[in-house]
């Protein structure tokens, strides 16, 4: 049971390693500029593209998480995997009209949805309890090490191909991967499969957990929405313009790209520190660090103090999302339950994929009208500050491990009484 438990964990974290994210958000840094210089856009409008790539996401997201909790996970994710392959194969195509550039970043965000966090967190949740925490942070590390592997993939197959080849050379990344492993690996459990949260259910029993309808009355959905929001905004939207950024501070273009991979190196660290912490920790306690050391490397990019490399922002932007995207998915488990994971998280990450659109538009433009980064930077700061205010207010978990006792249930319970 423990080695089938753990093969899926695996291949779940490596499917991620090509997921929306490294593909769609941090890969595409490496290609603003030769998208560009060849077919002459700006900066604003390629974050433009970006953004409407997040949203079409986000549109998705919903509707995807009702899927998956209807009909199972298996097939609607390899089906979107195999689709994500082929829209990031049309990439190739991009033509010189900006019309075409937004349609085509829209198609693969739309079917970019099976990559994203929501699909995998499911299953996993579905198979750990006690373990949870750690679980998913194993599995969501592969989006750090995207992040660290994809751009420099990217950056290997531009400098030797160009960059339309090398949208072609990503979609092969996707099927070899992700469609791959989750073919060989990936499923939900079953009644059969004792040890896990739904094996361990009576036959017949309902999973635990809330309706969406339920779900959306409650405070505390709103207040991890506005959150992650917020956190997603100042931390995602910052990082897709780091190699431009570093590269106008004078920094070689290579030298960019390993400052932006090593983001993905603190992600890793981020996932399976919170993975390991929120098994022993309440988790908005976890979160408020999470929060607030982004906050400070987006005041050390923006101020640029001279005893201070970018590098150390960078590390912190990239501890602080990795962190973040554990928590979401732990926390939704724990305040909403399992039976419905799929549609409230897929309404949460709506949230998120917005601010990564918002944030990421907003500074590209801002750059665009300005010609300066800085400003925006330290307003993000505010906005993390802000979300830490709203994480702190969410309370007890409403569905603690199995066998836990929940000292801040019990201090609710107590108050009530």
Not at 45 to 62: F, K, L, R
Not at 310 to 339: H, Q, W
């Amino acid at each position: 049971m423990d080695s089938k438990r753990w093969s899926i964990v695996a291949a779940s974290s490596l499917a991620l390693v090509a997921s929306q994210g490294p593909i769609n958000v941090f890969a595409t840094g490496a290609f603003i500029k030769p998208i560009s210089q060849e077919l002459g856009f700006g900066r604003g409008d390629i974050a433009t593209a970006i953004g409407i790539s997040s949203v079409m996401t986000a549109v998705a997201s919903p509707f995807f998480g009702r899927m998956i909790d209807r009909f199972g996970v298996r097939s609607p994710l390899a089906i979107s995997i195999v689709l994500f392959a082929l829209a990031t194969a049309a990439l190739s195509l991009l033509p010189g009209s900006v019309f075409g550039l937004y349609a085509m970043f829209a198609l693969t965000g739309l079917v970019a949805i099976g990559q994203t966090p929501g699909s995998y967190s499911k299953v996993v949740a579905a198979w750990f309890d006690r373990q949870r925490g750690f679980a998913l942070g194993i599995v969501l590390a592969g989006v750090g090490m995207g992040t660290v592997v994809i751009p420099m993939i990217c950056n290997a197959l531009i400098g030797t191909f160009g960059w339309r080849e090398a949208y072609l050379g990503l979609a092969g990344v996707i099927i070899l991967l992700a469609f791959l492993p989750v073919l060989a690996f990936v499923r939900e459990p079953t009644r059969a499969d004792a040890g896990t949260p739904l094996g361990d259910l009576p036959p017949g029993a309902v999973l635990p957990g809330v309706s969406m309808k339920v779900a959306a009355r409650d405070r505390r959905f709103w207040y991890m929405l506005i959150s992650f929001f917020l956190a997603v905004v100042a931390i995602n939207g910052s990082l897709v313009h780091v190699v431009p950024m570093l590269t106008d501070r004078g920094t070689s273009l290579s030298d960019a790209v390993k400052i932006i991979s090593s983001s993905g190196i603190a992600l890793i660290v981020g996932r399976l520190l919170a993975g390991w912490i929120i098994d022993r920790i309440f988790a908005p306690y976890v979160a408020v660090f999470f929060l607030l050391s982004p906050l400070v490397g987006l005041l050390i990019l923006a101020l640029q103090p001279d005893a201070v490399s970018p590098l150390v922002g960078v590390l912190l932007l990239g501890l602080g999302i990795g962190g973040e995207t554990d928590l979401l998915s732990y926390m939704v488990s724990r305040y909403f339950g399992l039976a419905k994971f799929g549609t409230i998280y897929g309404w949460i990450f709506i949230a998120a994929l917005a601010g990564n659109a918002v944030g990421s538009s907003i500074l590209g433009w801002a750059f665009q009208l300005t010609h300066s980064y800085s400003a925006t930077l330290v307003a993000y700061s505010v906005l993390l500050a802000v979300a830490t205010g709203f994480t702190l207010l969410l309370g007890p978990y409403r569905y603690p491990p199995a066998g836990r006792r929940d000292v801040s249930n019990e201090l609710e319970l107590r108050t009530i009484g």
